[in-house]
């Protein structure tokens, strides 16, 4: 079972870590007690014939073996291959609890759009349900040694609940020499869709919602295969492997303690047990320990996934939602704070103090600035108030040339553009114009569309043809439809975009 201690560690406290030292289940003593034994007898087996056992001339051999492994030792990469080895695992173990196939967001949506109270539509609710728990728990048989224990083969999951005798014949008629996980979603599948032919499914939205829910579902179920089927490559772990372990067996002989006398450097020490290397193993040997036990979070250590409580506990909850909750409201009421125009919750003693902490504004909140910091400074060279600086931001876009004369067509056009912005706001908020008062059938004689024309900067307007143009002489005239040329448009209303851009388009 997972070891849980967040409760432990819920306020940071001085020596806050230190309570869970004493811990057995889960720790790390546990996982590392007999390679450290292991480790301390071969050193205490090699201390002592090196005292006791060896001649003098073999003590000064040995005593050259020992300044040999301990100078080279330093060469073996052990942190950085452990700990990028350590990282690839623990991101991958946590990687794998996300893809538990969890039923919480299937089962609402099961009970919300698969509708009716009597046996049919219970019979319904309650089969797309055991058809999710029965793909999670034969996925969950296939990658974890605990579950598979509990349901070593098909007659199990029979037994259980979680399968018919009619739906195992069909499942193992069904020839496929890959795993069949997935059957139980198609079943799914297909059940829903015979729900909506039936009209307990409403819409085919609420169809779509439910499948694409059963996809999610289905797509971390194979997720969990992947990660069982893949794992970290051999390789790496055999490296890492090598790295630790061929380290500290040039440990057991480069840092044993030589005589003294001897005048080695560094060795003037001389000591029966190795406190300092004997910590380097308990940490080197057991980062290692914590990769082995979490690249496969589903066997059956103590901090492994609790597969089947998981499975006890969906099938459980997702029966409970779409069955006896379904359609099971309690009475609408008006809340506490109804009438309250500023709704807060009261607080108990213990936290009465969070009530007098101001609420966060953003980082800035705080920030003051000097008055002569907060005015606004106008650009050099103007002296215009700034609401007004911006006027003639077009003349000064547009370099003045020949073809911006006063006198030519687009400097006119640029005047008339410029007039307009200096008073389409009171054109526009005109409440009546003269030619609503013109009588029905009337021709109004309106002047609204010349509001922002200059009598003397309109362009005159060419006359209508009165009919067709007389043929060339020298050619034959042929019969010809006469085609009414349009007439000129009329003033537009004040409120209507202006074609002065349609002409600037025109000049370009």
């Known amino acids: 079972m997972t070891v849980t201690y967040t409760a432990r560690v ?22 590392l007690w007999r390679e450290l034994l292991c480790f301390l007898g071969l050193y205490m087996t090699l ?18 073996l020992v300044i040999y492994c301990d100078q080279y030792a330093s060469l073996i990469p052990v942190s950085f291959v452990l700990g990028f ?54 996925i969950l048989r296939s990658v974890s040694t605990a579950v598979f224990k509990r349901f070593p083969t098909i007659d199990h999951v029979v037994e259980a609940g979680f399968m018919t005798r009619e739906e195992r014949k069909k499942f193992e008629n069904l020839n496929s020499s890959y795993n069949k996980y997935w059957v139980p979603c198609v079943w799914f599948s297909n059940l829903a869709a015979q729900a909506r032919r039936e009209g307990r499914i409403r819409d085919n939205s609420a169809l779509k919602l439910l499948l694409e829910e059963l996809t999610v579902f289905r797509g971390k179920c194979s997720m969990l295969f992947h990660y069982d089927w893949i794992s970290v490559p051999l390789v790496y772990t055999q490296v890492v492997t090598i790295a630790v372990y061929s380290y500290f067996l040039a440990c057991l002989i480069g840092r044993q303690f030589l005589d003294p006398a001897q005048g080695y450097k560094d060795h003037n020490l001389d000591l029966f047990v190795p406190v300092f290397t004997l910590l380097q193993f308990f940490f080197y040997a057991g980062w290692l320990k914590v990769a082995e036990q979490l690249i496969n979070p589903f066997g059956e250590d103590d901090d492994d996934f609790e597969t089947n ?49 101001p609420s966060f504004q953003g980082s800035t909140f705080d920030i003051t600035l000097a008055k002569e910091d907060m005015q606004f400074q106008r650009p050099e060279g103007v002296d215009v108030p700034l609401g007004e600086a911006h006027g ?66 309109r362009e005159p307007e060419l006359e209508p043809h009165a009919g067709p143009e007389p043929p060339a002489p020298g050619l034959d005239t042929e019969p010809f439809t006469t085609v009414p040329m349009p007439t000129p448009r009329g003033p537009a209303p004040p409120w209507l975009p202006s074609p002065i851009g349609e002409e600037e388009e025109c000049l370009t």
Request: proline share 3%; hydrophobic share 45%.
């Open 10 to 31: 819920a306020n940071a406290r001085f020596g806050g870590f230190s309570q869970l030292l004493l811990l057995w289940r889960g720790s790390i003593y546990k996982l």
């Open 47 to 64: 201390s002592a014939a090196y005292r006791f056992v060896l001649t003098e001339g073999q003590k000064r051999y040995f005593e050259k």
């Open 85 to 138: 080895y350590v990282n690839l695992v623990v991101h991958r173990w946590w990687n794998q609890y996300l893809c538990m196939p969890l039923p919480d967001a299937l089962m609402c949506i099961v009970s919300g759009t698969v509708h009716g109270r009597d046996e049919r539509g219970r019979l319904y609710r309650r089969t797309l349900m055991r058809y999710a728990g029965l793909s999670a728990v034969l």
């Open 309 to 357: 409580f998981l499975i006890d506990r969906n099938f459980q909850v997702s029966m409970l939602a779409v069955d006896e909750m379904y359609d099971d409201l309690a009475m609408l009421e008006k809340d506490l704070y109804w009438d309250t125009a500023e709704a807060r919750a009261p607080y108990t003693a213990a936290t009465a103090f969070l009530r007098q902490q």
């Open 392 to 457: 003639d931001f077009l003349q000064r876009l547009l370099p003045v040339g020949p073809g911006m004369a006063a006198g030519s067509l687009l400097g006119r056009r640029l005047s008339l553009l410029r007039r307009k912005n200096s008073c389409v706001s009171e054109a526009s908020t005109a409440t009546s114009c003269a030619c609503t008062s013109a009588l029905d059938g009337a021709a109004p004689e309106c002047g609204c569309g010349d509001l922002l024309l200059d009598s003397s900067l």
